[in-house]
């Protein structure tokens, strides 16, 4: 079975940093490309940041450009979301998923959708 399991989620204040983990299994990291995914109550969910499966290509969505980075490191078959100089329009349900190529899995073509953790940042 297919498993993206998102992890490192908190409270944080505005500006700070905060890296959420996303550990996956039941495929290959030269098979999909990973993303990170948002969504507040009411919203739609947001893509925010993807990598391709060789972790040479990476998409991110304006919103969070310059401040989030993503990263791989396939011999863990992990993926990382490194959040820094964080805002409380950032507070979010977080969702990593898996696609087939990096900019259609941010532009929403997902495979396999993972459970989220929630980041709250409080001003």
């Known amino acids: 079975d297919v498993q993206l399991q998102a992890s490192g989620g908190g409270l944080v204040h505005t500006g700070h940093s905060l890296r959420l983990s996303c550990s996956f299994s039941?495929?290959?990291?030269?098979?999909?490309?990973i993303g990170w995914f948002r969504q507040v109550p009411g919203k739609e969910r947001e893509p925010i940041a993807c990598?391709?499966?060789?972790?040479?290509?990476?998409h991110y969505s304006d919103s969070v450009k310059g401040r989030f980075t993503i990263s791989s490191d396939n011999a863990k078959s992990t993926v990382y979301l490194q959040m820094n100089s964080l805002k409380s329009e950032d507070t979010a349900n977080y969702y990593c998923v898996a696609g087939r190529r990096v900019v259609a899995t941010c532009l929403g073509l997902v495979d396999f959708w993972g459970q989220g953790t929630q980041v709250t940042v409080s001003s």
């Open positions: 039941g495929f290959t990291s030269d098979d999909y490309a």
């Open positions: 990598i391709s499966s060789s972790g040479e290509s990476t």
